[in-house]
């Protein structure tokens, strides 16, 4: 209790008090603006009665009920959401307790609404969570104990749910986590037993192939993807999303060995094995391996359009190759550039590798608008007239009205210089930086923008920017990042982009120096704001929807007319993409 209070009013907590997947779900909490002191729900949700999951649960939380009814204990079921589907108590004094702390059916106890709890903290931590008393971030909820489990699809591997037991936490025991996960997989079992032939057929034999083959391994169908360890392992997101597209337009035409060349640069070799066809649309196993190295390590292409040509700009994404391709075409026509984005997003980074990719040997100069004076316009001046090469301007859009002009005024002589040898200038500025009369004049000497995408927006990247990062961090030294800790790092949003993520990279090396890089060596924020990794489509679709909901005060309904989409479509996007909103109305 003293630990979670030290928290809430002075942001600071002893090492080792509490354990660290509470300390994890509390900085969640606080990071959604959770209120510690009192509950507000809304039961705004649309509850789904005969779902495949509530149809295959309904039997056991029936048996489990009467099992427990004489027991202060309550059984819950809810979705992938923590809507509260089903709810089964026999003792009326938790019951009305319930009630009142909104633990009841229609309501969501997801963490973004109600703060640490075994629901919404087994929803995030996609495993088991235990949370007694005062563990609760929400006081009102210190005399309960939880324990959640959550529930997978056994042949999708969809998160449906969580299975819940709840009691006063006098009443509290270690028999709760085991409990909850018997339930679970006995519900899991139910579900299983309500599949379909040909799912049933496609998860036999993928896990036969699973238990014979050591190597990459895929179960496809045109609504289902399963791989294992060692396909998650082996082959980037990227990779996976085109290998999977190649392999089921193989399948689905009958061929049965095929080569594909991935974004990455390496080379698959696919056997397919189909489970089921039917109608022209199949689904089966897919046996992987990687091309040899000197096979694989090939040049990459630059006219496929995904990998980076800047060695020192690190990603292979589609959207992130579009840029870096951009800016290279401005470079070798020596247009001046303006580079647009958040704070963050390798600007700078982005500028510099272009330079030393088709000059490395020419005069480059970075110079800060922040220190902006007399000597930096004399600085910009002398290199206009004498530097040759490349200049970067950063942070322009920090300058007042008169340091915009005075700039302009530098550049306006040798914007439209024919002189081959005239310097390439290049302005970075955060997003809608220069916008405004004031800067009119100034992007006259700018015809071109780029605009540098967050890193949200192709997190498929970090899977290569992490090594990269560290092998900086640690000069050479043998430390990586393993396949679970990278996957924790990939579910971030990282709204400070590559620069949070080296910033959260020198945390962990300055407590390893060597060796693995594990889930637990991550410091806390890395594990307080994980979702599933969204694609670049969502990733952008979920932008839009937060920029519409601020531009109208949070009013969902006026966000939704203003996006073209419906009430239901921004509620359900609203929950799906773990999206806080403010106090408006709608």
């Known amino acids: ?120 903290t087994a929803l995030e931590g996609r495993g088991p969570a235990q949370v007694f008393g005062h563990e609760h971030y929400v006081e009102n909820l210190a005399d309960l104990a939880c324990a959640g489990a959550p529930i997978w699809h056994p042949v999708s591997g969809k998160l449906l749910g969580v299975v819940d037991l709840t009691c006063w936490r006098r009443d509290a025991g270690r028999f709760m986590s085991t409990a909850v996960a018997r339930i679970a997989r006995q519900i899991e079992g139910a579900l299983l037993d309500q599949s379909g032939p040909r799912e049933l057929a496609l998860l ?13 391994v895929f179960g496809i169908s045109p609504d289902l993807v399963m791989m294992n360890d060692k396909a998650r392992e082996l082959i980037d997101p990227a990779d996976q999303v085109a290998l999977i597209a190649g392999a089921s337009e193989a399948m689905n035409t009958g061929r049965r060995l095929l080569m594909l060349d991935l974004p990455s ?47 020192a700009a690190v990603g292979s994404s589609m959207l992130w190759a579009k840029c870096c391709q951009a800016i290279d075409r401005h470079f070798q026509s020596r247009e001046w550039l303006v580079l647009e984005g958040e704070a963050g997003t390798g600007k ?69 210089s ?45 899977a290569e920017l992490v090594p990269h990062l560290i092998a900086r961090l640690t000069r050479g030294s043998e430390l990586t990042c393993s396949p679970e800790a990278l996957r924790v790092l990939m579910r971030n949003r990282w709204p400070g982009n590559v620069e949070q993520l080296y910033q959260v990279l020198r945390k962990v090396v300055a407590r390893r ?7 637990a060596d991550l410091p806390p924020e890395t594990h307080a704001i994980t979702r599933r990794v969204l694609t670049p489509l969502e990733a952008i679709e979920c932008d839009a929807i937060v920029d519409a909901l601020l531009d109208n005060n949070g009013n969902k309904a006026e966000a939704a007319r203003h996006l073209g989409m419906s009430r239901a479509t921004i509620y359900r996007k609203i929950r799906g993409y773990g999206i806080t909103t403010g106090a408006g109305t709608g």
């Open 204 to 216: 036999h034999d993928y896990l036969t192939a699973c238990r014979r083959h050591r190597g990459a």
């Open 265 to 311: 640069g390496a080379v698959a070799r696919v056997q397919v094995r189909p489970s089921w066809i039917r109608q022209g649309i199949a689904g089966g196993v897919l046996h992987v391996q990687l091309a040899p190295p000197e096979i694989a390590q090939k040049p990459r292409s630059l006219a496929g359009g995904h990998a980076s040509p800047l060695s």
């Open 418 to 462: 024919t002189d081959p040898d005239r310097p390439w200038v290049v302005a970075t500025v955060s997003s809608g930086g220069l916008a405004g009369g004031e800067a009119a004049n100034l992007l006259e000497s700018f015809p071109r923008t780029v605009e540098v995408p967050p890193l949200r927006h192709h997190v498929e990247d970090v």
């Open 348 to 416: 700078t980074t982005v500028a510099k590798a272009t330079h030393q990719m088709r000059s490395p040997a020419a005069h480059l100069r970075i110079l800060d608008a922040d220190d902006y004076g007399p000597r930096w316009i004399a600085d910009v001046i002398e290199e206009l007239e004498t530097g040759g090469g490349t200049l970067v301007l950063t942070h322009v859009d920090r300058l007042t009205t008169e340091g915009m002009q005075t700039l302009a005024d530098a550049l306006e002589p040798h914007r439209e």
């Open 1 to 120: 209790m003293r630990a979670r209070t030290s928290f809430i009013v002075e942001n600071k907590i002893e090492a080792g008090v509490v354990r660290d997947s509470i300390l994890a779900s509390w900085t969640r909490s606080r990071e959604w603006h959770v209120t510690s002191d009192n509950i507000e729900l809304s039961n705004d949700f649309d509850l789904e009665p005969d779902s495949p999951l509530s149809r295959a649960a309904s039997p056991i939380l029936s048996d489990v009920a009467d099992q427990m009814a004489t027991e202060p204990v309550s059984v819950i079921l809810t979705d992938a959401d923590g809507v509260v589907l089903d709810r089964r108590t026999g003792d009326s004094a938790l019951h009305q307790h319930l009630d009142k702390v909104w633990l009841a059916p229609g309501f969501s106890y997801a963490e973004k609404f109600i703060g640490t709890n075994g629901i919404g």
């Open 513 to 519: 120096r060597a060796g693995v890089v594990v889930p």
